[in-house]
């Protein structure tokens, strides 16, 4: 079992293809000797997270986020036929179904329950569709949690885990860390998030209903995490925030994937274990 360092929990943000980076990250904070005792994440970050958490480090953890079979299990061919329904909005919640990705990350976990992870804890942010709360989940099929929180409307269908319905946890909660502000057992919390450099993705000279959409969940998620991180300080926690600037990820090629991972490693080798 993994020794932990104690007292400290890790938030990873959701991002665009992020888990290439927060692999880095994770990696890069263990080469500086830090080993968060829990960890939490949104959609890439409830990716990678989960894969660390379920033992998978160093070069395991870097092997399985850049192999281009796990960016490829998000997609499927029934894209074709549930696009006229997601363009009209008559029905299909989203293009893809999230299955492929579910048998892909069940072998890399070994279908293993979220609430059997252990040094470091994990816990995984999803949005319930039906209740349109964010939750904050310890227990369930790892797997189907994961993707689940990756569920960006209009990308990933809604996800069925049981009886409920869920959508990506970046919605509400970006960077999952309030749930440890009256813990205890946590006085230091490290928050990893990402940004892309700008005109590092496709260039659009017009403005769209995309850009206005982004816009509003970017704006909407940035004052959360301000008021999350302000009462974090009331709450007398230690907050490490870092944000590491990558280019934009492909979605179709690995273009930029080794680049995403190296930064986050570097971010994450530069914490100093004494908080200076």
Known sequence: ??????????????????????????????????????????????????????????????????DPALRWS???????????????????????????AIKRLQRLVDARDLSSLESPTMEIAVTDAISHRPEILRSGPLAELIVASCAVPGMLTIQRVGEKRYIDGGVACEAPFEQWLDDPAIDTIIIHRIRHEPNSGPTVNWETVATSIGSAHHAVCNELHRHRIELARVKGKRVIELITITPMPSLITQNGAPRCYDLGYEAGRMVSPSWE
């Open 74 to 100: 998000f997609f499927d061919w029934g894209s074709v036929f549930r696009l006229p329904g997601v363009l009209s909005v008559f029905w299909s919640s989203g293009l893809f179904s999230g299955k492929r």
């Open 1 to 66: 079992m993994q020794q932990v360092t104690p007292g400290l929990a890790v938030a990873l943000g959701s991002s665009f293809l992020g888990y290439y980076c927060h692999a880095g990250f994770l990696n890069g904070l263990a080469a500086a000797g830090l080993h968060p005792a829990k960890v939490a994440g949104s959609s890439a970050g409830a990716l990678t997270g989960s894969l660390y958490a379920a033992g998978l480090r160093g070069d395991a953890l870097k092997t399985a986020v850049l």
